[in-house]
């Protein structure tokens, strides 16, 4: 898998991630008025799919209306 698909296709699954992170702390310069930066940097080694994303079943609220479909109203009625 491309890793640009990964959100997309990944979304919803249980997913198990080995990765490694590395920190480094950049002190400042004596006499310099700002503080230190603390930089982190992951590196992905492993990628283990443990249960596939469940299919999205659209909710009825979001469904799209047809025009043509009689039970449509196309107005609100006046109580």
């Given at each position: 898998?491309?890793?640009?698909y990964?959100?997309?296709?990944?979304?919803?699954a249980m997913?198990?991630?080995?990765?490694?992170?590395?920190?480094?702390s950049?002190?400042?310069?004596?006499?310099d008025?700002?503080?230190?930066?603390d930089?982190?940097?992951?590196?992905l080694?492993?990628?283990?799919v443990?249960?596939?994303?469940l299919p999205s079943?659209?909710?009825?609220?979001?469904?799209?209306?047809s025009?043509t479909?009689?039970?449509?109203?196309?107005?609100?009625?006046k109580?």
């Open positions: 898998m491309h890793p640009q990964y959100r997309r296709q990944l979304m919803g997913v198990k991630l080995h990765f490694t992170l590395t920190h480094w950049i002190g400042a310069k004596p006499g008025s700002q503080q230190s930066v930089t982190y940097s992951a590196e080694f492993s990628t283990r443990l249960r596939k994303p079943i659209p909710s009825p609220q979001q469904r799209k209306v025009p479909d009689p039970m449509t109203p196309t107005k609100k009625a109580i």
